[in-house]
């Protein structure tokens, strides 16, 4: 499973050997025993990927299995958005930072991890 994390200095995606249900739990717990609170919800989350991120064409295959749950929009000319479906965690339903969990097969989530990869240095590179 994918993680992204959506702070204020900007996205992190890491994967997670444990399921859905076992990181959500997790979090339900650590909440509970802060005294924080907790939003989780389906939805949407997307990140930006150079139109030449080498690979990209790896991701568009995989498009085919995943066509209501991952999506590839051209943004313009230089670049793509690639949306997931999944699961959004934050503090409250109107935050702009949180965690959201997307689950796909080992293969589709490397591919996703490898280009986000590959974006962020070349977008780090540049800056």
Request: glycine letters at 6%.
């Amino acid at each position: 499973m994918l993680k992204l994390i959506y702070t204020d200095l900007g996205l992190h995606m890491e994967y997670v050997g444990d399921s859905l249900e076992t990181v959500v739990s997790h979090h339900v717990v650590l909440t509970v025993r802060t005294g924080l609170t907790l939003h989780i919800e389906m939805g949407q989350a997307s990140f930006l990927l150079p139109v030449l991120t080498p690979g990209l064409g790896a991701l568009e295959t995989a498009l085919r299995q995943y066509d209501q749950t991952l999506e590839i929009a051209r943004v313009d000319a230089e670049y793509v958005e690639v949306c997931l479906a999944g699961t959004w965690m934050a503090q409250t339903a109107q935050a702009h930072e949180g965690m959201f969990l997307a689950a796909y097969d080992y293969e589709t989530e490397l591919i996703l991890r490898r280009l986000w990869q590959a974006s962020d240095q070349a977008l780090t590179s540049v800056a």
